[in-house]
T-cell receptor, first 114, second 112 residues
Framework: LAKTTQPVSMDSYEGQEVNITCSHN???????ITWYQQFPSQGPRFIIQ???TKVTNEVASLFIPADRKSSTLSLPRVSLSDTAVYYC???????????????FGKGTKLSVKP | DTGVSQDPRHKITKRGQNVTFRCDPI?????LYWYRQTLGQGPEFLTY????????KSRLLSNRFSAERPKGSFSTLEIQRTEQGDSAMYLC??????????FGPGTRLLVL
């Protein structure tokens, strides 16, 4: 799985839009980009997944440029409850290979202040 | 609730004791994964099953660790002769094929 680089921490205020960028220079053709959210003492929660351009769901948007060497998770109008660690992962999640494990980095610790 | 469940949620044990954790995946998911997470780190892969077959093991999975998924449904992770270094959150995830992995709430282990 490709290695990812993301900021260690970010601060924001309630109501702001937060953008977390992840670099994945060695992404492979079959790799998808997936983001998870994790609250303390809970398991990671799937947020969004994409392959190229833009993906949006009820929680977030994911922007992926044409070269796919980076991606940006966008959280609109964050609230205090969005304070969590956010992990960016790349891998062939939808490819019929034998390897299935996810490789997590340390993630980005987002702190939302009132 | 049809998500991944884990039992127990917390376990305190003394060094040298054996512990066993259980994971119940989402019912239609054929893949089940175990991860370990220590404080301030992301989850680290331990092993995974496709149906009842254990297909991959991490080097983190020492010979004191064993995992089973006898009928391709729930799985157990056993740690024998626990050590203080085994203290961590043990996470289970499941997926349909190599699709999105959904995680359970985890079992927090403290070895005294």
């Amino acid at each position: 799985l490709a290695k990812t680089t993301q900021p260690v921490s970010m601060d924001s205020y309630e109501g702001q839009e937060v953008n977390i960028t992840c670099s994945h220079n060695n992404i492979a053709t079959n790799d998808y980009i997936t983001w998870y959210q994790q609250f303390p003492s809970q398991g990671p929660r799937f947020i969004i997944q994409g392959y190229k351009t833009k993906v949006t769901n009820e929680v977030a948007s994911l922007f992926i440029p044409a070269d796919r060497k980076s991606s940006t998770l966008s959280l609109p109008r964050v609230s205090l409850s969005d304070t969590a660690v956010y992990y960016c992962l790349v891998g062939a999640f939808n490819y019929g290979g034998s390897q299935g494990n996810l490789i997590f980095g340390k993630g980005t610790k987002l702190s939302v202040k009132p | 609730d049809t998500g991944v469940s884990q039992d127990p949620r917390h376990k305190i044990t003394k060094r040298g004791q054996n512990v066993t954790f259980r994971c119940d995946p989402i019912s239609e998911h054929n893949r089940l994964y175990w991860y370990r997470q220590t404080l301030g780190q992301g989850p680290e892969f331990l092993t995974y099953f496709q149906n009842e077959a254990q297909l991959e093991k991490s080097r983190l999975l020492s010979n004191r660790f064993s995992a089973e998924r006898p009928k391709g449904s729930f799985s157990t992770l056993e740690i024998q002769r626990t050590e203080q270094g085994d203290s961590a959150m043990y996470l289970c995830a499941s997926s349909l094929g190599q699709g999105i992995q959904y995680f359970g709430p985890g079992t927090r282990l403290l070895v005294l």
